[in-house]
């Protein structure tokens, strides 16, 4: 992810808003990453939520509150307890208007593949909405 090649081609577009909207998911998804590999999430997160959720950020996650502070709180408390947030990369990034789409990769410390769907609506160069699989699955359904 360090590669801007990379994210250039990762990002590209016929349409500049297209590629502008997906950039700012892709930045956010990289920054974080640099974040989390940096060990200072609890000192730059503020900073890196600001720079990238709208003030008015919606969370459609029924573990997150809306509002930037419940993430930030997320991620301090995910780094304090010492979570392994693994920070998985955007390996595709699609769009239809103002709603981006990325299919994240990642390797936990335990070796451990995912794969993540996540979407952002981006208005303005923030993030304004965001939707995604990484909840826990719902209980198995009883056996008969």
């Given at each position: 992810m360090d590669d801007d090649d990379y994210v250039e081609r990762l990002v590209r577009?016929?349409?500049p808003a297209d590629t502008a909207r997906k950039l700012v998911a892709v930045a956010f998804q990289r920054e974080l990453a640099q974040l989390i590999a940096s060990g200072r999430v609890a000192e730059g997160i503020d900073d890196l939520l600001a720079?990238?959720?709208?003030?008015?950020y919606r969370q459609h996650d029924p573990h997150l509150?809306?509002?930037?502070e419940s993430l930030a709180q997320f991620f301090r408390g995910a780094a304090a307890a010492g979570v392994d947030l693994w920070p998985p990369m955007p390996i595709c990034v699609m769009n239809d208007g103002d709603v981006v789409a990325l299919l994240l990769q990642g390797v936990n410390d335990r070796g451990l593949e995912r794969f993540i769907p996540t979407m952002f609506r981006v208005r303005d160069g923030v993030m304004t909405e965001h939707w995604s699989a990484a909840a826990p699955p719902p209980p198995a359904a009883p056996t008969r």
């Open positions: 577009s016929a349409d720079k990238f959720i709208s003030d008015t509150a809306d509002g930037r």
